[in-house]
């Protein structure tokens, strides 16, 4: 058994091999993918290995990329023999359709949390820690800085910029990851405010799916000529991170995202996220009882989190990127 890094997670053992949210071409003729966000989704690009994900996380995919041949289908609950290891699918909490993997071989159980989230939201279920021996999990905010408010404060914030936005003549528009937490606005504008919400293409494409999934979400997309006729004074707009959009005077940008906290961006940010914050990553660790902790995914923040794991639990930890792990090591 060995598990190291090189463009994504690889796990080896029993002469079998599969890789984890690869980022190039993987060894291994499986490639496990946990959600749709490019940066852990470019497997869906790679000719020869098995790509393997939920049905909703091809979905999402595919309304925006091609995706080469091969693939297999995976659900939340169900288990599967994949690359000569047993393999089972848990809601992640993150998007539609993202999944941890729990693995099994030999005497051991492994988990790879991908991109989690341990809250429940208007558009998610929070996901549960995992019982394991080992335990890959993702640092993206694995800093202690980076504890946020009561997501029930940060709604409220929102809302009430909105709507003082509004009342001053003004438009509002939110910039956020296109997947995720667009939804995630969208559903408490419909929720909580009778605020017609304008969204980019983009959104509105992955809105849809969400959609057929089971999620009222009501918006007009910007690129459909019916949403010409909204009355342009009394409204919300989602657009992208980083999408080309021409602000004039009555717009007023604003940010939501995780890295929302702390000011210093150059417009009002609200700090909604849907991924795990510290003190959730925190709690997922000690629920999940491991004996060894690999981090990944945080660049820096590996590092800080491993550290914090092991102050606080007396828990082996270390980023999985400075070195390869089997069984023995620490």
Known sequence: MRIYYEGGICLEGGGSSIAMDASKMPRSRVALIT?????????????????????????????????APGWARVE??????????????????????????????????????GDLNLEDTLVS???????????????????PSHDRPPREEIINDILEWAIRTIRSGSIPV????????????????????KIPVLVHRRIAKLSGIYKAHGFPLEFLDAGDPCAERLDRSDHVVLMPKGAKFKLTEKHRPALVSGWGMGGGIGMEAFPLSDHADFGSLMRYVEESSPDLVLTVHGGPYDRALAKAIEGAFGIAA?????????????
């Open 125 to 143: 279920r929070a996901a549960e820690p995992i019982p394991c021996d080992v335990l890959l999990i993702e640092a993206t905010y694995g800093h």
């Open 174 to 193: 939110l910039y956020a990851d296109g997947l995720g937490n667009s939804q995630e606005l969208i559903s408490i504008f419909n929720r909580y405010t």
């Open 76 to 113: 939340i609950g169900e288990s599967l023999e994949l690359g000569g290891f047993r393999i089972k699918a848990h809601n992640a909490g993150h998007v539609l359709g993202s999944v941890q993997y729990e693995i099994s071989s030999g005497d051991y159980t492994i988990v790879y949390t």
């Open 318 to 330: 270390r980023p999985l990127a400075i070195a390869p792990w089997a069984p023995g090591r620490r």
């Open 35 to 67: 959600h749709a966000h490019r940066d852990h989704s470019r497997a869906f690009g790679f000719h020869g290995p098995l790509k393997a994900s939920t049905e909703a996380t091809l979905e999402l995919v595919k309304a925006h990329r091609g995706v």
